[in-house]
T-cell receptor, first 109, second 114 residues
Framework: GQNIDQPTEMTATEGAIVQINCTYQTSGFNGLFWYQQHAGEAPTFLSYNVLDGLEEKGRFSSFLSRSKGYSYLLLKELQMKDSASYLCAAMDSNYQLIWGAGTKLIIKP | ETGVTQTPRHLVMGMTNKKSLKCEQHLGHNAMYWYKQSAKKPLELMFVYSLEERVENNSVPSRFSPECPNSSHLFLHLHTLQPEDSALYLC?????????????FGPGTRLTVT
C-alpha cells in the first residue's frame, strides 16, 4: 500500500533549527511536496523535490533521498510565526498526492 | 490569499438537511479538487475535476455530490450527512491534473453535523 509517515508533534525554541522527517512508500514516484498549514487556514506550498539532494529557500530547506524513500524539511532561525502544521505529500505514478497526517510544530520563546 | 475562495467558512447542519459548499478559483487553473481533513488524519482526496470533467472519485459516499459548472467553480452538495462527516472540507486547484503541479488551497469550510 501507499503510506506517508511523519512525527505527530515537535517542539522547538525560537531562534533554533528544527528538522521534520518524512518517509514515504508509493506506487511510483513523481516528487515530494511540503506544505505549511496554520491553524484555521489553508495549506500553503513550501517546496517540491523530485531529484536527490537539498533545495534551499531562505530559512527553509527540503531534502530528498529517493533510494531511501525519505525527505526532511529544515527550518532555521525559528520564529514564533513558524508555529504551524507541516504536511508531507508524495506524488505517485498517477500524479496523485499521498498525504501524511502532518507534524504540528510548537515554537517556544 | 491563495486565489481560492470557499463559502461558507463554517456550517452547522442536521442530518436531514441539504446544503452546498462553494469554491471559486481566480488563478486560471484547469484542475480542481475536494479534500476532507479530519483531526490528526491525512488529507483525504474526495473528487478531482479536470477541465470540468470528473477524473477521480475515491469511493466517496453518495451523500456527497460534486458539481463543476465551469473551470473556475466547484460545488459540493451535501445531503443526509452523518456525524462522522464533520470535518474541514478543503477545495484546491492546480494548473493541470496529471503532472507535478502545486495545489493552491482555499481556507476550507468547517462542517459540523448534528
Amino acid at each position: 500500500g501507499q503510506n506517508i509517515d511523519q512525527p505527530t508533534e515537535m517542539t522547538a525554541t525560537e531562534g533554533a533549527i528544527v528538522q521534520i522527517n518524512c518517509t514515504y512508500q508509493t506506487s511510483g514516484f513523481n516528487g515530494l511536496f511540503w506544505y505549511q498549514q496554520h491553524a484555521g487556514e489553508a495549506p500553503t506550498f513550501l517546496s517540491y523535490n523530485v531529484l536527490d539532494g537539498l533545495e534551499e529557500k531562505g530559512r527553509f530547506s527540503s531534502f530528498l533521498s529517493r533510494s531511501k524513500g525519505y525527505s526532511y524539511l529544515l527550518l532555521k532561525e525559528l520564529q514564533m510565526k513558524d508555529s504551524a502544521s507541516y504536511l508531507c505529500a508524495a506524488m505517485d505514478s498517477n500524479y496523485q498526492l499521498i498525504w501524511g497526517a502532518g507534524t504540528k510544530l510548537i515554537i517556544k520563546p | 490569499e491563495t486565489g481560492v475562495t470557499q463559502t461558507p467558512r463554517h456550517l452547522v447542519m442536521g442530518m436531514t438537511n441539504k446544503k452546498s459548499l462553494k469554491c471559486e478559483q481566480h488563478l486560471g487553473h484547469n484542475a480542481m479538487y475536494w479534500y476532507k481533513q479530519s483531526a490528526k488524519k491525512p488529507l483525504e482526496l474526495m473528487f478531482v475535476y479536470s477541465l470540468e470533467e470528473r477524473v477521480e472519485n475515491n469511493s466517496v459516499p453518495s451523500r456527497f455530490s460534486p458539481e463543476c459548472p465551469n473551470s473556475s467553480h466547484l460545488f459540493l452538495h451535501l445531503h443526509t450527512l452523518q456525524p462522522e462527516d464533520s470535518a474541514l472540507y478543503l477545495c484546491a486547484s492546480s494548473q493541470d491534473q496529471g503532472g507535478p503541479y502545486e495545489q493552491y488551497f482555499g481556507p476550507g469550510t468547517r462542517l459540523t453535523v448534528t
